[in-house]
């Protein structure tokens, strides 16, 4: 083994013409890569020495949640932004009816397309109705709500959703959203505009307190009495009562003839998956099946225990994740000889640069569910499999120095989800 190896390496043999002993040192020098690296691999993981220790002050629950960036990988290289943040980190603004909280660019520093909202409303309660620069499309996490939103051609849209539903509201028309029984409801919004701030809405209340009650008066053609019973701050969260039946309120407000045509709702996570086998599904709802949604596309994702979301990436858009349930790891690959790894958990929120190839590791004993959202009108990615099984067997063996028998092996068709 060890002749072999010298005659391969022109420098070794020059060598050999010194004996015995030369040959002896030459081997040890031979060893001396992979020993190097075995070393490097207990360093790492503390098993050879004391290098990996921590002696001084450590966050022990956080640590225990970020293992991929306290022990990285081997593979891990050079200055990676960070790509991950939790909504247990962010301030929990906590009103009568409900609360909210957010994740924006402030947050992660990189992430300028999209920024989200974690928002809870109590049976009854309503987030006050409100407009916005941004588009918003929301995920339904938990209990039900009744939502509206007004058309400039002034028709409604009145729906009930529930978890597993989504909404998507265009920018600037005016909406609501309202807990329902029995106990309300809480849910993802994602907003197309990374520096978007959930607390600087155009909200009706108020609108209402900064303008002057004589030009109240007169828009609404109302005495100076009604004018004084509006309310003279804002609202934002606040209680309610409970509203009846559906079709009742659309009836109400007008029937048919006042029906928005178009719909702002749609029930994501009973969907026929987009793809579906042994190690997970997704669901992509863009605007192909969900017309509405034309700036916010996303994909509901399950991955088992053990598998994989292969190694790929998206041309048109950066990524923007909301992980929902189960533990996993991500490596984010920037070119440049870097890449990070990180680990996520329920209620984290993950980034990946447009372009930068990445995979996500089912790391946990349960699924991981998680929704990756894109600002664009189609979900669109490149699976790393499929290409190499595109190209000329001879450019993927010259290029990976695999035999065709290994190439052929590679997945041949685009599988979002491998088992493990
Ligand atoms: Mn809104
Ligand atoms: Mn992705």
Same mark, same amino acid.
Request: aromatic content about 10%; glycine content about 8%; overall charge negative.
């Given at each position: 083994m060890i002749s072999t190896a010298q005659s391969e390496q022109p420098g070794i043999n020059r060598r050999s013409f010194l004996g015995a002993a030369a040959a002896a040192l030459s081997a040890s020098a031979i060893m001396a890569p992979d020993a190097f690296a075995q070393s490097r691999e207990q360093i790492r993981k503390g098993t050879a020495n004391h290098s990996a220790d921590n002696p001084g002050p450590v966050n022990k629950a956080l640590q225990a949640e970020n293992n991929s960036s306290n022990t990285p990988p081997d593979t891990d290289h050079g200055d990676v932004s960070p790509f991950w943040y939790s909504f247990e980190l962010s301030h929990r603004r906590i009103q009568d009816g409900g609360w909210t909280r957010q994740v924006t660019q402030k947050d992660l520093p990189d992430s300028k397309d999209l920024a989200g909202v974690n928002m809870r409303l109590t049976a009854g309660s309503y987030r006050e109705l409100h407009w916005h620069t941004a588009n918003e499309w929301a995920f339904m996490l938990y209990g039900s709500a009744r939502i509206t939103v007004l058309n400039t051609d002034g028709t409604i849209f009145i729906d009930d959703v529930h978890a597993g539903d989504l909404w998507f509201f265009p920018?600037?028309?005016?909406?609501?959203?309202?807990?329902?029984?029995?106990d309300g409801c809480e849910f993802l919004l994602v907003f197309d505009q990374g520096t978007f701030s959930e607390y600087q809405t155009f909200l009706l209340s108020d609108w209402v307190a900064h303008t002057p009650p004589s030009i109240l008066e007169k828009n609404f053609m109302l005495?100076?009495?009604?004018?004084?019973?509006?309310?003279?701050?804002?609202?934002?969260?606040?209680?309610?009562?409970?509203? &009846?039946?559906?079709?009742?309120?659309?009836?109400?407000?007008?029937?048919?003839? /006042?029906? !928005?045509?178009? @719909?702002?709702?749609?029930?994501?996570?009973?969907?026929?998956?987009t793809f579906e086998d042994a190690g997970g599904s997704v669901r992509i709802v863009d605007s192909t099946n969900f017309p509405a949604a034309k700036t916010i596309t996303a994909a509901l994702v399950t991955i088992k225990p053990g598998a994989l979301r292969e190694m790929h990436w998206h041309p048109n858009a950066?990524?923007?994740?909301?992980?929902?349930?189960?533990?996993?790891?991500?490596?984010?690959?920037?070119?440049?000889?870097?890449?990070?790894?990180?680990?996520?958990?329920?209620?984290?929120?993950?980034?990946?640069?447009?372009?930068?190839?990445?995979?996500?590791?089912?790391? &946990?004993?349960?699924?991981?569910?998680?929704?990756?959202?894109?600002?664009?009108? /189609?979900? !669109?990615?490149? @699976?790393?499999?499929?290409?190499?099984?595109?190209?000329?067997?001879?450019?993927?063996?010259?290029?990976?120095?695999?035999?065709?028998?290994?190439?052929?092996?590679?997945?041949?068709?685009?599988?979002?989800?491998?088992?493990?």
């Open positions: 920018r600037g028309l005016p909406h609501s959203i309202q807990g329902l029984g029995p005495p100076a009495s009604a004018i004084r019973k509006l309310p003279d701050d804002e609202e934002y969260i606040f209680p309610g009562t409970v509203p &009846g039946p559906l079709e009742d309120d659309k009836r109400a407000v007008g029937g048919a003839a /006042v029906e !928005s045509k178009i @719909s702002y709702s749609f029930r994501m996570q009973s969907m026929k998956p950066s990524e923007w994740q909301y992980w929902i349930r189960g533990s996993g790891r991500m490596t984010v690959f920037v070119s440049s000889e870097k890449a990070r790894t990180m680990s996520f958990n329920a209620n984290d929120v993950g980034y990946v640069p447009a372009v930068a190839g990445h995979y996500v590791e089912n790391t &946990g004993t349960e699924d991981v569910v998680f929704l990756e959202m894109f600002k664009s009108d /189609v979900f !669109s990615d490149v @699976s790393l499999n499929q290409w190499i099984r595109r190209l000329p067997n001879l450019m993927v063996r010259e290029h990976l120095h695999l035999d065709s028998s290994e190439i052929g092996r590679i997945p041949d068709a685009k599988d979002p989800i491998l088992p493990r």
